[in-house]
């Protein structure tokens, strides 16, 4: 197995900060805007984005975690129960701005998963996706609004993002 | 994404099961617990999934907490109670199991006054089995919930000091509270007349004694247990009455305990006689918690044990 480095940390800060301008430049209402982090790397970048805008618009927003484990389609055909975790969103969704966040999107299963529990707390206004890479595959009709980096892939391949936060270091590697 | 160590399609017992294991269903029922508290208070995870509930021996509270733990997962549920079956036409136990089986029930959650019935059924079906009180034998998921109070309340379950008190001698809480506990590394203090806590029990890694005040004094947490009048079938004390003076845990005894201990007690009480009707209603007393919390747990159990395939294999 190889393993190369598509992000080191500045790259990672600089896609961030893009990201960040995007989802103001998208949002000219951003009284309604919540993040929302898909456990577990999904949940500092959600942070991080929300302090980010924050500090562009010069206001705090509310950040929730999501655990997407229970609403998995794929239960039945795995050997091992997942690990789940509880989300922590203690805000009502009802008519906000939701920026759902996640590391890596692929097939897009994962993110059919979130929205599915995000409804289970309310009724969003809408919903936006940001994805630190997207990776391509899907197998579902979903596309991403803010992307830090495209990174075409082989079915394969895995892509880790490391954090900080949860890793001790910023930086995405793909395994070959 | 990580996956549990979890490998049985059966929770028959709390006896063998590891403390990884334990662990494990404890952290899983935390996040359930907070599903309880959304607006939707449903998850997709048993989607298309049918429970049986087999009670072959009366319950309202575990099969109403398993029905609703079923249906908060979105499992398909069926009660099926001796009065209302065929098992007063005199169908054995195997035939009624199979019966299920052929309707293509995924998991069948049985009560059963024989010990041992639950894993009858669990090498007989593929359905998952849960033991939901089997005899005098096991009843894991109150054990389980127990334990999952304590560790929320207290933080920790190792080094605590739990005093069990009244009918050990034909609890299936007791057993299965002994072996989680002692599993965990609490020290489990038994504690009632000499006719329902034998010196036996000492076998099971616990202090035996028949002085109450002595058991509760330096207690953390105290379990009472309810006299089980229906499963006495000779007095083992003169009186209810009596038993209630020597026994009980009344206000006077109450005082005497540590200012943080904290009370348990599995359900149904008898006020007046284990507990004083003003303990069971004190701020700690977490008698209602241990309701909410079971709820929890049970939905933890199901999704662990129907939500794989649990394959001999064992990795993905």
Same mark, same amino acid.
């Given at each position: ?33 919540? @993040? ?24 705090? @927003? ?43 999107? @692929? ?13 289970? @707390? ?55 | ?11 028959? #017992?709390?006896?063998?099961?590891? $403390?990884?294991? /334990? ?15 959304? =607006? ?68 069948? $959650? ?6 041992? =019935? ?5 090498? &007989? ?18 054990? &389980? &919930?127990?334990?999952?109070? /304590? ?7 190792? #080094? ?17 509270? /002994? ?5 965990? #590394?609490?020290?489990?203090?038994? =504690? ?9 029990? +000492? +076998? ?81 007393? $977490? ?9 929890? $747990? ?9 939500? #794989? ?6 990795? +993905?």
């Amino acid at each position: 197995m190889s393993t190369a480095i598509l992000m080191d940390g500045a790259a990672l800060e600089r896609a961030l900060t893009r990201m960040a301008h995007e989802i103001v430049e998208h949002n000219p209402e951003p009284d309604s805007l919540v @993040f929302i982090g898909i456990r577990t790397h999904g949940a500092p970048l959600a942070q991080r984005l929300a302090t980010k805008v924050g500090a562009i618009l010069k206001c705090e @927003f509310p950040v929730g975690e999501l655990d997407i484990s229970m609403h998995r389609d794929d239960l039945a055909l795995r050997n091992a129960p997942p690990q789940v975790g509880p989300s922590n969103i203690t805000f009502d969704l009802t008519n906000r701005a939701v920026v759902l966040v996640d590391d890596v999107l @692929f097939t897009g299963r994962t993110i059919r998963a979130a929205m599915d529990e995000i409804s289970d @707390f309310g009724r969003p206004q809408r919903i936006q996706l940001a994805s630190l890479i997207d990776r391509g595959h899907r197998e579902l009709p979903i596309r991403p609004d803010y992307v830090g980096k495209n990174v075409p892939t082989a079915a394969g391949e895995r892509v880790r993002v490391r954090l900080t936060e949860i890793d001790g270091e910023d930086e995405v590697v793909i395994e070959r | 994404m990580t996956t549990t160590s979890w490998n049985h399609k059966d929770l028959l #017992g709390i006896q063998d099961l590891t $403390v990884d294991e /334990i662990n494990c269903l404890l952290d899983t029922a935390t996040a359930f617990k907070q599903v309880g508290e959304r =607006a939707v208070k449903k998850v997709p995870s048993l989607r298309g999934k049918t429970m049986v509930n087999l009670f072959i021996e009366p319950s309202t509270r575990t099969r109403t907490s398993f029905e609703l733990a079923a249906k908060r997962l979105s499992a398909d549920v069926i009660n099926i109670t001796t009065s209302a079956s065929s098992i007063v036409k005199g169908e054995t136990l195997k035939d009624t199991a199979l019966n299920l089986q052929a309707l293509n029930t995924d998991i069948i $959650v049985i009560r059963h006054s024989a010990a041992g =019935a639950p894993h009858f059924l669990s090498r &007989l079906l593929k359905a998952s089995v849960i033991n939901a009180g089997d005899g005098a034998h096991e009843h894991p998921t109150q054990a &389980l &919930l127990d334990a999952f109070t /304590i560790r929320e309340k207290k933080g920790h379950i190792a #080094g605590l000091n739990v005093t069990i008190l009244g009918d050990i001698l034909y609890s299936r809480v007791a057993r299965s509270n /002994i072996w989680l506990l002692t599993k965990l #590394g609490a020290h489990v203090t038994l =504690a009632g007349p000499s006719t329902l806590v034998p010196r036996v029990f +000492e +076998e099971f890694g616990c202090r035996v004694t028949h002085d109450i005040d002595e058991a509760i004094r330096d207690a953390d947490v105290i379990n009472l247990l309810r006299i089980q009048h229906e499963r006495q079938r000779m007095t083992m004390f003169p009186s209810i009455g009596e038993y209630a003076a020597m026994f009980g845990l009344n206000k006077e005894r109450f005082a005497r305990t540590k200012p943080d201990a904290m009370i348990m007690h599995p359900g149904p009480i008898n006020r007046g006689i284990e507990i004083d009707s003003e303990i069971a209603d004190c701020g700690r007393s $977490v008698i209602l918690e241990q309701v909410t919390n079971g709820l929890a $747990v049970r939905m933890a159990v199901l999704f662990l044990c129907a939500g #794989g395939k649990h394959s001999p294999e064992g990795a +993905e």
